[in-house]
C-alpha cells in the first residue's frame, strides 16, 4: 500500500489512504468536467428545440461557467472549516438535484438554466477541492504528479464531455443529458469509505465580494446581448461598488492593493480578452458553423475535438521542455499569434474542407494550452509571495468570467451583426463572426506587446 501522509489538522482516527483517495476525487473532477462540457456543445440543438436565438441559449453555458467559478472560491473558503468529504457530497446532491429538475422542467428554457445553475453551484466543489485535498495530504514530493493529473483530466474531459453532449444530442432526446450527472450518487459511499471527517477552524467567507463579483459579470454579460445603455450604467455602477468595497473592507477576498499592481492588471485584462475569444471560438462559434455551414450531426462535430484536445494534452505534458527553450514573455506571444492567425484563417477559408477546419482547432487548442502557465507566470512577476495564492485564485475566476463573456457576445454575434465585408450569405455570416472575435484577440496581443511588454522585470522561464 502506498505510504500515508499525515497532516496537522485533525482527521478520523485512521490515516488516510492517499491511493485510493486521490482517484476518487480524480474520477469526481473528471465526471464534473464532462458534466459541464457536454451542455456547451449542444446550443445549436437547443436554438431549435426552443426557437430561440443563440443568445437567449448562451445563458444555460455562461451563467453556469460562472457559478462554477465562484463556487471554487466558496468551497476553497469552507474547507478550512467543513471537510473535503462533506463537501463533495453536498456537491453532489447539488448536481443531481439540479439535473433531475432539468430533466423533468425540459420544456421550459428558462427553468433549464435555473436547473443547471443549481447543478453548476455542485459541479464547482470538484477541481477545487481536489487541489486542495493533494496540497493538504499528499507529500510535496509528489503533490506535482498528482498536480499533472489535473491538467490531463482536464483534456480527457473535454473529449469525452464534447462526445457525450453530440452523440446523446443526435442520437437520443437531448435532455437525456441531465440523467448523466445522476451517475455522480455512485460515489457517494467511496467518499464516505476513504476520505477522513476533517475539523478545523471557521475561516470568514467574504460572501458580499463574491456577490459583487458575480454582478459585475452578469452585468457585461446582459449588456453583452442586448447593449442596453441603461444595462452599460448598470456594469459601470457596479464595478465601482465593488472597487469602493475592496479599498475598505480589509478581509476582503481580494484587496484593492492587487488592483495596484499594474503588471497584474494588464495581465488580467489580457487573459480575460483572450480567454474569452476560447470561448468565442472552440467552444461556441465552431460548433454552430459547422451545423450551420458544413451541415454536420453534433455527433460528428464532437468527433473533430478528439485529435485537438489530445494535442493540446500532449502540448501541456511537454510544458516543462518549452520552457527551458521559450521565456513567459516568448511563450505568450507565440501562443497569441497562433490563436490570432487560427481565427482569421478560419473566417477568410469559411467553405474549405472541413478538414481544414479540424487543423484550426487543434492549433488553437495548443496554443491556449501553452499559454495557460506563462500568462498567469507574468502576472505574478511583481506580485509578492504572500499574495500570490490569493493572486492565481483570482486569475482562475476571471478566468471563467472570460470564458462565460465569450460565449455572450459571440452568441450576440451569431445572432446577427452585419459588418458588410463578405457577401451576404451563410458563409460570409460566420467569416464575419469570426472576424469580430480575432479583433478582440488582437486586442489581448496589443496590449500583451506594447504594454505589458515594458512591465515584465525579467523574462525568465515560466519554469522557474
Same mark, same amino acid.
Given at each position: 500500500?502506498?505510504?500515508?501522509?499525515?497532516? +496537522?489538522?485533525?482527521?478520523?482516527?485512521?490515516?488516510?489512504?492517499?491511493?485510493?483517495?486521490?482517484?476518487?476525487?480524480?474520477?469526481?473532477?473528471?465526471?464534473?468536467?464532462?458534466?459541464?462540457?457536454?451542455?456547451?456543445?449542444?446550443?445549436?440543438?437547443?436554438?431549435?428545440?426552443?426557437?430561440?436565438?443563440?443568445?437567449?441559449?448562451?445563458?444555460?453555458?455562461?451563467?453556469?461557467?460562472?457559478?462554477?467559478?465562484?463556487?471554487?472560491?466558496?468551497?476553497?473558503?469552507?474547507?478550512?472549516?467543513?471537510?473535503?468529504?462533506?463537501?463533495? $457530497?453536498?456537491?453532489?446532491?447539488?448536481? +443531481? %438535484?439540479?439535473?433531475?429538475?432539468?430533466?423533468?422542467?425540459?420544456?421550459?428554457?428558462?427553468?433549464?438554466?435555473?436547473?443547471?445553475?443549481?447543478?453548476?453551484?455542485?459541479?464547482?466543489?470538484?477541481?477545487?477541492?481536489?487541489? $486542495?485535498?493533494?496540497? =493538504?495530504?499528499?507529500?510535496?514530493?509528489?503533490?506535482?504528479?498528482?498536480?499533472?493529473?489535473?491538467?490531463? /483530466?482536464?483534456?480527457?474531459?473535454?473529449?469525452?464531455?464534447?462526445?457525450?453532449? !453530440?452523440?446523446?444530442?443526435?442520437?437520443?432526446?437531448?435532455?437525456?443529458?441531465?440523467?448523466?450527472? #445522476?451517475?455522480? &450518487?455512485?460515489? $457517494?459511499?467511496?467518499?464516505?469509505?476513504?476520505?477522513?471527517?476533517?475539523?478545523?477552524?471557521?475561516?470568514?467567507?467574504?460572501?458580499?465580494?463574491?456577490?459583487?463579483?458575480?454582478?459585475?459579470?452578469?452585468?457585461?454579460?446582459?449588456?453583452?446581448?442586448?447593449?442596453?445603455?441603461?444595462?452599460?450604467?448598470?456594469?459601470?455602477? /457596479?464595478?465601482?461598488?465593488? #472597487?469602493?468595497?475592496?479599498?475598505?473592507?480589509?478581509?476582503?477576498?481580494?484587496?484593492?492593493?492587487?488592483?495596484?499592481?499594474?503588471?497584474?492588471?494588464?495581465? #488580467?485584462?489580457?487573459?480575460? #480578452? %483572450?480567454?474569452?475569444?476560447?470561448?468565442?471560438?472552440?467552444?461556441?462559434?465552431?460548433?454552430?458553423?459547422?451545423?450551420?455551414?458544413?451541415?454536420?450531426?453534433?455527433?460528428?462535430?464532437?468527433?473533430?475535438?478528439?485529435?485537438?484536445?489530445?494535442?493540446?494534452?500532449?502540448?501541456?505534458? &511537454? /510544458?516543462?521542455?518549452?520552457?527551458?527553450?521559450?521565456?513567459?514573455?516568448?511563450?505568450?506571444?507565440?501562443?497569441?499569434?497562433?490563436?490570432?492567425?487560427? $481565427?482569421?484563417?478560419?473566417?477568410?477559408?469559411? !467553405?474549405?474542407?472541413?478538414?481544414?477546419?479540424? !487543423?484550426?482547432?487543434? &492549433?488553437?487548442?495548443?496554443?491556449?494550452?501553452?499559454?495557460?502557465?506563462?500568462?498567469?507566470?507574468?502576472?505574478?512577476? =511583481?506580485?509578492?509571495?504572500?499574495?500570490?495564492?490569493?493572486?492565481?485564485?483570482?486569475?482562475? &475566476?476571471?478566468?471563467?468570467?472570460?470564458?462565460?463573456?465569450?460565449?455572450?457576445?459571440?452568441?450576440?454575434?451569431?445572432?446577427?451583426?452585419?459588418?458588410?465585408?463578405?457577401?451576404?450569405?451563410?458563409?460570409?455570416?460566420?467569416?464575419?463572426?469570426?472576424?469580430?472575435? /480575432?479583433?478582440?484577440?488582437?486586442?489581448?496581443?496589443?496590449?500583451?506587446?506594447?504594454?505589458?511588454?515594458?512591465?515584465?522585470?525579467?523574462?525568465?522561464?515560466?519554469?522557474?
Amino acid at each position: 500500500m502506498e505510504a500515508q501522509f499525515s497532516t +496537522s489538522k485533525q482527521t478520523s482516527a485512521r490515516e488516510v489512504q492517499i491511493g485510493k483517495a486521490v482517484p476518487v476525487i480524480l474520477l469526481l473532477m473528471i465526471f464534473s468536467l464532462v458534466i459541464d462540457n457536454s451542455f456547451k456543445i449542444i446550443s445549436p440543438k437547443l436554438v431549435g428545440y426552443f426557437h430561440v436565438s443563440a443568445s437567449t441559449v448562451a445563458w444555460q453555458v455562461t451563467l453556469a461557467g460562472l457559478v462554477i467559478g465562484m463556487g471554487a472560491v466558496v468551497y476553497a473558503s469552507l474547507s478550512d472549516s467543513i471537510s473535503i468529504r462533506t463537501l463533495l $457530497i453536498f456537491g453532489i446532491f447539488l448536481i +443531481s %438535484i439540479g439535473s433531475f429538475l432539468g430533466y423533468v422542467v425540459h420544456h421550459n428554457y428558462w427553468l433549464v438554466v435555473f436547473s443547471r445553475v443549481i447543478q453548476a453551484a455542485g459541479l464547482g466543489a470538484t477541481e477545487t477541492l481536489y487541489l $486542495i485535498f493533494v496540497a =493538504r495530504y499528499v507529500t510535496p514530493a509528489k503533490q506535482k504528479k498528482y498536480y499533472g493529473f489535473s491538467t490531463a /483530466s482536464f483534456q480527457i474531459a473535454t473529449v469525452i464531455g464534447t462526445l457525450t453532449g !453530440g452523440f446523446i444530442t443526435t442520437h437520443l432526446a437531448w435532455q437525456s443529458l441531465f440523467l448523466v450527472p #445522476l451517475l455522480s &450518487l455512485f460515489f $457517494i459511499p467511496f467518499l464516505l469509505k476513504y476520505l477522513p471527517e476533517e475539523s478545523g477552524e471557521k475561516k470568514y467567507i467574504d460572501a458580499l465580494g463574491i456577490i459583487l463579483v458575480a454582478t459585475v459579470a452578469v452585468t457585461a454579460m446582459i449588456y453583452l446581448t442586448n447593449f442596453s445603455w441603461l444595462v452599460l450604467r448598470g456594469f459601470i455602477f /457596479s464595478t465601482a461598488v465593488f #472597487l469602493l468595497y475592496i479599498s475598505h473592507k480589509k478581509n476582503a477576498f481580494i484587496t484593492i492593493d492587487f488592483f495596484k499592481n499594474k503588471l497584474f492588471v494588464l495581465t #488580467l485584462l489580457s487573459a480575460l #480578452l %483572450i480567454y474569452s475569444t476560447q470561448a468565442a471560438f472552440t467552444l461556441n462559434t465552431f460548433s454552430f458553423l459547422l451545423t450551420t455551414v458544413y451541415h454536420m450531426q453534433l455527433d460528428s462535430v464532437s468527433l473533430m475535438f478528439i485529435p485537438a484536445c489530445l494535442a493540446a494534452a500532449l502540448v501541456g505534458s &511537454l /510544458s516543462g521542455q518549452i520552457a527551458s527553450k521559450l521565456d513567459s514573455f516568448q511563450a505568450v506571444l507565440v501562443s497569441m499569434l497562433a490563436i490570432v492567425l487560427s $481565427i482569421l484563417l478560419a473566417a477568410f477559408l469559411m !467553405g474549405a474542407s472541413v478538414f481544414i477546419f479540424a !487543423g484550426l482547432l487543434i &492549433l488553437s487548442s495548443c496554443a491556449f494550452a501553452m499559454m495557460y502557465a506563462p500568462l498567469m507566470h507574468t502576472g505574478l512577476e =511583481r506580485m509578492p509571495e504572500a499574495n500570490k495564492g490569493t493572486a492565481i485564485g483570482f486569475y482562475n &475566476l476571471c478566468i471563467n468570467i472570460a470564458m462565460s463573456v465569450g460565449f455572450t457576445y459571440s452568441s450576440r454575434f451569431i445572432d446577427g451583426v452585419n459588418l458588410s465585408l463578405f457577401p451576404s450569405t451563410v458563409e460570409g455570416h460566420y467569416s464575419e463572426v469570426l472576424l469580430m472575435i /480575432s479583433f478582440v484577440a488582437l486586442s489581448a496581443l496589443a496590449l500583451f506587446i506594447f504594454l505589458i511588454r515594458g512591465q515584465i522585470p525579467n523574462k525568465k522561464s515560466f519554469s522557474d
